[in-house]
Each structure stands twice: as structure tokens, then as C-alpha cells.
């Protein structure tokens, strides 16, 4: 919530309001608010409707204590000595909660004592302005108050806030010496780490970003929090993030902070997970709102005592923090979002910081934290981040919405499907992609989505699940719509006698350079960020990233590294290419038998291969990956690798089991990798191809050759975990002999 030191706590007015303002019911309801470009209009056309002298964005600050409060009132009229919080809605106001009504006022009384204190006024008058974004109207709420008055408002909140910000203060300065005198939690660096946690304190140092291959077994997690953590006293860091793309890399995380507190018993570090409201919400079927949901009604009044009881714990993993929240009587997963704002580290998924509604990204900038970012396995970031900028709409959807579409929503409905229809008509192809998004469509589009939002804010009750996805997912497409360009492909996809509308993001880097900027130091790492350009084009880093390739503790003598150049396993080689595979593996097995993991580029060439396979060698044990395996089913897989076992395991390179899984020892002991990884050669991959071509004139490296690599390195790396571990490897694939595709392998690899 603000950054504090040993003499004063930096708060902004909001910030503090919120804490001290709030109260009642959590209130969630299905009631859609202007969007961030709607709010910022609203606000300039109040400020344009206003008189000459009108002032606005006026900052303000004052003190109390130890507190030190900052702001910006929306505006300030000279003439009327009156002060102006503005608030953009839709619908109909009268259905805002009182809570809400009594948080807005509690904002404008603060700035109105800060500008009596300021322009030394003895009274002023307290407006709220709620503007309605469809019909334009203001409407204007006012109170009048002395100086006298407003000053004993605003010490009643700050003496509220003070005892916490003391607490605050005072976890801040023991942390920061703590973390000064904390030694590392092992008697030794691992070879490699030393490596990787100077060069992750040396970017802190800089305050630049990183990134950093290093390879498995080096002890990443601990090499790259220890570092920023030993840097946050010097380097005054408020928050290290740590964002993971898996669960697994999550627990990494939370078991590397518990070693790192045994050695340092006194640390004190509050560390935070964060997971999704799916998962921590006690009433999936219940609404956000007090009428629904028990831990919903009188929230506000339950989390000072929640949020204390927390703030007392170190650590708040997902079963910690709920076995807090349930004691007091709250939402688990909204305690978990309050306590974002008081913990040191916080552990999550990528999203949480780069999706373009994050959570910490947003809180960073609103209270001006300095702030580490540590991104886990970051070759998965240009997938995950394309994910978080694109956007899809559904015909199907759509026309199964109109059956059932409420009145009030029917004409917009149907002129949305009109246009949509008219467009898969005009394109021939099952899949066409454009250089603009038609004009007729994002109209069509943008009145349906002003539509649904006033049927929503004037129904918050109404329970229209389908409704709501495709009112969320028309939001996301007008959005990213507002921002095409060429990091993006407009394209339909024909399929089944309906289409797919597709905002598709290439090229994330436009969007993610804003989190980075934001960010004291983000550090990216992974065992494959190989070439290093790729990752920094794709994702946008700055020019002053520094980089570094970590040594790797492992020898060539421990993993035999075979390429099998008589083999093409190009789709229309498959047939050829099974018996010689299968014929090779069974060689490798009868002359070492244990554990082995075969992965190929597609379920159908893994069945054509593991079908071949058992009938010529039925004493073989074999385990199957099969489509769409549930995670239990996963689980059980792994399991079946043990110290004693024996057998074949097939896999498709790219899924559960190509990265992300640790089987040290004999648990495996070899891998055959029957694909070169390339992504399929498809009417989407080829759009993206070219657009890569024209943006960085690498096209079909961008494209195929460094995602597909990228996974073959990955699943190869599962077969030495330890530096014990000894291993073997079949690259299979004539293309794995050309000089540029070796050129991506690790370098401490002896190709045979």
C-alpha cells in the first residue's frame, strides 16, 4: 500500500480511505464499470463543461504523525471554493451501494481538508460528481464544511491508520536488517549458482532487467530469490514478485523461501501465494455479494481482524490463508488480494503481473512500490503473454445467445450477427487473415457491448452466465481492438458452418514493456532462453537487458548425445520412419533396460510408433500418454517411474511431460525425441511466419525453428537432474545434423 522507512509511511489518499473507509458488504455484483478510455473522457468532459479558472489533477499532501498522504484531486473550482471527486458509471446510479457512496465521500473530505490546508481556507464545499457515461448527464452531490470539520475527519482516519502503519514500519526496518545480515542457507553455492545469483544482484544493482539461461539441477529458485532478497534493504525494493507458469514452480518457490528462513530464523518475511478465485473460492455457485454468500456479507467489518491475523503469519499459502480467512468469516481468496498490499514476497502466475488486468502490475503503480520480478521458466512467456493479448468471439455462441436474449439486447444481437454473417460470406477460404478490422464490425461490436453493460448495471442481479462470457469476451476483442497494429493478425476461421473472430497477438512485446518499465528489475530465467534476441524481440525487453549463460554443472560424460541422421520424421516420412525408431529403441533398451521417455510431435505419430512397438516387443512394459489426460491421470503416470522400474514411456513433446517434471537417478535414464518440435505448418503458423518475417526478417526462425528447439532442449534436460545422474539421448531426425539447428543445442553437449 505505500512504501515506509524509520520516519515516515508514504500513503496515497485513496490507499488510506480504502483501508479505513470501507465497510459492509463485499458487493461484486454483475454491475459492469465504465472501461479505463470511457473514465479518463468522462473526467475531461466534466473538467471541459467547468469555468475557465477550473483547475484539475490538482496534487495535493499533508502529514499526520508518521504518515505522510498524497493525491490528486480530480478538480478544484476557485470561484465556488469547491473540490470535486468525479466518479464515470454506468446504468442506474441509485443502485450503488451505500458502501461505495460512503468510500467516495470519504476521498473527497480528505482532499478537501488537504486543499484547505493548503490555500489556508476556512470552509469549502465537498462535491461528488457522478457522470453517466451513456447519457452524459451529471449528477451532483455536495456538502458543505469547515476547515475545522475536515481536519477532525482526517485525523480520525490517519489515527485508524497509524497503529497499523507503526506495526508496518517497524516489520519494514526489522526485515531489511535481517535481510542485510542473512547469510545463504548452504554451506556452498552449487556450481553455476554463485554464477547466476551475482548476475541476479548486479541487475538489481543496475536496476535494468535480465535474462538468464541456466540450466536444470543448478538450483535456480534459490539462486535468484536469495539474491534480490539479500539486495531489498540497499536497493530499497518493497516487494519481490516471484511468477510462475506451473504449480510445481510455485511450491519450488514457497520450499526455497522455508530453507532460506531455517537459516535466518529471525528474517520475518511475510510471503504471500497467490491463486486463482476458481480455486480458493468456498461457494463456487454463489454470487459476490452479501444476498449470496456468507463470507461475502459484512466483509469489510470482519477484515481489519482477518487482515491482522494474517499480517502475524509469515507464511500465507493457499491452506494457511484460508484456515485464516474461515476463522473470521471472509472470502479467502479477496483476503488473499488484501494481503498483496503487506507482504513481502509474493508467489503467483505469470498473469497476476503481465495480464492486462493484473493485479500487482496495477497496485505497483498505484502505490509507487519498487518492485523485483522473478519470472520461472520464462521460455514459456511468449506463448503465455500471446494468450493474455488475444481474443476470440464465437459465432456458435453467439447464435445460441439470441434464442434466449433478453428484449433489451435483441436489435444490437442481431445486428452483430448480421454483420458477422455478411463477413463469412464476402471471404471464400476456411481461413482468411486481415489488415484491419472491419469498420462495420467493431461498430456493431461496440453497441452491443454498450448494450449488455446497461442491461447488466440496471439488472446486477440477473444470472445469465452465457450472457456475461460473451459480454467479458466482446470487452476483451473491443479493447485489443482499440490497439491493433502490426504486433497483430485480425483473422476468421470457417469451420463446421459457423466461424471464429480472432484478435491473434504475434508480437507481446508492446504490451509487456510497460510492466518492465514499472518494475525495479525483472529477471527472466530458464534453462532454454536460447537465442537470446528471440526472447528479447518477442517480449520487448529494454536495450540495457543484460544477459548471461549460466555454466552447466553437468559434463558431457554424463549424458551420451546420439543424432540419427538416417531418419526423417517430416509428416509425410512418418510411415517410413517407424520401424527404424522402433528398432533403435528396442536396441537402446536391450542393452541398457530402464526407464526411457519417447516423445513425438503429435498423438497420432506416438500411437503409429507405440502400436508398432508392442507388437513387435510385447515384453517390454509400455505407458501411454493418452489426449486430454485429467491430472490425477498425470500423477499416476509419473508415479510409475521408480527407482526399480522398467519400460518405455510415450509422450508428446510439448506436453505434461516434455518439461517441468523431475525424475532423478534411475527414475529415467534415457529419452528418444522422434521430432525437430517445429509447430504445424497451418494457414495461422504461416501468417505468423510471415508477419516474424516482417517485423525482424527472421520469419521462419521466429516462427518454427526457435519454438520447436526450445521444447526439444527441454524435454532432453528431464534425463539429467543431479550430478550424479547419467543418461543417454536420441536426437531423431536428419535436420538434427544441420549446422544452425545443432547451433541451438547446449553447448556442454557432445553430439555423437
Known amino acids: ?40 473522457a468522462g473526467h475531461a ?75 489556508g481556507l476556512k470552509k469549502i464545499t465537498v462535491a461528488l460528481v457522478y457522470f453517466n457515461i451513456q447519457s452524459q448527464q451529471e449528477t451532483l452531490l455536495k456538502q458543505e464544511h469547515t476547515a475545522v470539520e475536515l481536519a477532525a475527519y482526517f485525523t480520525q482516519l490517519c489515527e ?7 506495526q508496518e514500519v517497524a516489520h519494514r526496518t526489522a526485515r531489511d536488517q535481517a535481510l ?147 476463522a473470521h468469516q471472509v472470502c479467502p481468496y479477496y483476503l488473499s488480494v488484501e494481503m498483496a498490499r503487506w507482504a513481502d514476497v509474493i508467489i503467483g502466475d505469470y498473469n497476476y503481473y503481465f495480464d492486462i488486468h493484473a493485479l500487482l502490475f496495477g497496485l505497483s503503480v498505484v502505490n509507487d512500490w519498487r518492485v523485483a520480478v522473478l519470472v520461472d521458466e520464462a521460455h514459456n512467456m511468449v506463448t503465455r503473454a500471446r494468450q493474455m493479448y488475444t481474443a476470440e468471439l464465437s459465432r456458435h455462441h453467439l447464435k445460441s ?18 454483420v458477422w454473417l455478411q463477413l463469412e460470406k464476402e471471404q471464400s477460404q476456411d481461413y482468411s487473415s486481415y489488415a484491419e478490422i472491419p469498420e462495420k464490425l467493431l461498430a456493431a461490436l461496440t453497441r452491443l457491448c454498450t448494450d449488455m453493460g446497461l442491461f447488466f448495471a440496471d439488472q446486477p442481479t440477473e444470472l445469465a452466465p452465457d450472457l456475461q462470457q460473451f459480454y467479458m469476451d466482446a470487452l476483451l476483442f473491443n479493447r485489443l481492438a482499440e490497439s491493433f497494429a502490426g504486433h497483430s493478425l485480425f483473422d476468421i476461421s470457417k469451420e463446421n458452418r459457423t466461424s471464429v473472430l480472432c484478435i491473434r497477438n504475434i508480437v507481446p512485446a508492446a504490451f509487456l514493456q510497460p510492466r518492465f518499465a514499472a518494475s525495479h528489475t525483472t529477471a527472466l530465467f530458464s534453462a532454454t532462453l536460447s537465442p537470446w534476441n528471440y526472447y528479447g524481440d518477442t517480449l520487448g525487453l529494454p536495450d540495457n537487458t543484460a544477459w548471461v549463460d549460466v555454466e552447466s554443472p553437468f559434463t558431457a560424460d554424463q549424458l551420451a548425445v546420439h543424432v540419427i541422421d538416417s531418419v526423417s520424421t517430416r509428416f509425410a516420412d512418418r510411415a517410413h520412419s517407424v520401424a527404424p525408431i522402433v528398432e533403435l529403441m528396442a536396441q537402446q533398451y536391450t542393452k541398457q533396460p530402464g526407464n526411457y521417455l519417447a516423445f513425438f510431435s503429435s498423438f497420432d505419430y506416438l500411437e503409429q510408433v507405440s502400436n508398432s512397438f508392442i507388437k513387435q516387443h510385447p515384453d517390454i512394459a509400455v505407458r501411454l500418454q493418452t489426449r486430454r489426460m485429467q491430472e490425477a491421470d498425470r500423477a499416476d503416470f509419473l508415479a510409475q517411474f521408480t527407482e526399480t522400474s522398467q519400460g518405455i514411456a510415450f509422450a508428446v513433446l510439448g506436453g505434461s511431460f516434455g518439461e517441468g517434471i523431475d525424475l532423478p537417478g534411475t527414475r529415467l535414464i534415457g ?22 518475417e516482417q517485423i525482424f526478417g527472421a520469419g521462419y526462425d521466429y516462427a518454427y525453428l526457435y519454438p520447436g528447439l526450445q521444447k526439444v532442449v527441454q524435454a532432453a534436460g528431464r534425463v539429467i537432474r543431479q550430478p550424479s545422474d547419467r543418461g543417454v539421448v536420441y536426437l531423431i531426425d536428419d535436420r538434427f545434423a544441420r549446422s544452425d539447428v545443432q547451433a541451438l543445442l547446449p553447448t556442454w553437449w557432445r553430439l555423437g
Not at 515506509?4 to 483501508?19: M, P
Not at 485508524?160 to 507503526?166: G, I, K, M, Y
Open 45 to 119: 468532459t466534466v473538467a471541459l463543461r467547468r469555468k475557465t479558472a477550473y483547475q484539475r489533477e490538482v496534487k495535493l499532501e499533508g502529514e499526520h504523525g508518521l504518515l505522510h498522504v498524497r493525491g490528486r484531486a480530480d478538480g478544484y473550482d476557485p470561484d465556488l471554493q469547491q473540490v470535486e471527486e468525479i466518479k464515470t458509471y454506468l446504468g442506474d446510479l441509485h443502485t450503488m451501494p451505500e458502501n461505495h457512496r460512503h468510500l467516495h465521500w470519504a476521498q473527497a473530505k480528505v482532499y478537501g481538508h488537504l486543499l484547505c490546508q493548503k490555500l
Open 180 to 326: 542485510a545480515g542473512m547469510r545463504f542457507p548452504h554451506a556452498d553455492f552449487r556450481p553455476g549458482q554463485r554464477q547466476l545469483a551475482e548476475a541476479m544482484y548486479k541487475a538489481s544493482t543496475r536496476g535494468c532487467c535480465l535474462l538468464a539461461q541456466a540450466p536444470t539441477g543448478i538450483g535456480k529458485t534459490i539462486g535468484s530469490l536469495f539474491p534480490l532478497l539479500k539486495a531489498s534493504a540497499e536497493h530499497r525494493l518493497d516487494k519481490i514478485f516471484f511468477l510462475a507458469a506451473k504449480t510445481s514452480g510455485r511450491q519450488l518457490a514457497l520450499h526455497a523461501l522455508e530453507t532460506i528462513k531455517k537459516s535466518t530464523p529471525d528474517l520475518g518475511l511475510r510471503t504471500l501465494e497467490l491463486v486463482a478465485k476458481s480455486k480458493a473460492c468456498e461457494y463456487l455457485q454463489a454470487a459476490c455479494h452479501g444476498d449470496a454468500c456468507p463470507l461475502a456479507k459484512g466483509f469489510y467489518d470482519r477484515l481489519p481482524g482477518a487482515r491482522a491475523a494474517a499480517a502475524a503469519h509469515q507464511v500465507l499459502d493457499k491452506e494457511g490463508l484460508r484456515e485464516i480467512a474461515l
Open 1 to 40: 500500500m505505500a512504501r515506509g522507512c524509520a520516519v515516515s509511511y508514504r500513503i496515497a489518499v485513496r490507499a488510506l480511505c480504502e483501508f479505513c473507509a470501507k465497510q459492509g458488504d463485499l458487493d461484486l455484483r454483475f454491475t459492469p464499470s465504465p472501461t479505463a478510455e470511457q473514465g479518463m
Open 401 to 418: 445467445l439470441r434464442k434466449a436474449a433478453p428484449a433489451d439486447l435483441k436489435k444490437s444481437l442481431d445486428r452483430l450477427y448480421r
Open 160 to 166: 485508524r491508520f497509524c497503529a497499523w502503519a507503526a
Open 671 to 692: 529419452a528418444f525425441i522422434a521430432t525437430l518440435g517445429l509447430p504445424q505448418m497451418n494457414s495461422v503458423n504461416e501468417q505468423i511466419r510471415l508477419r516474424m
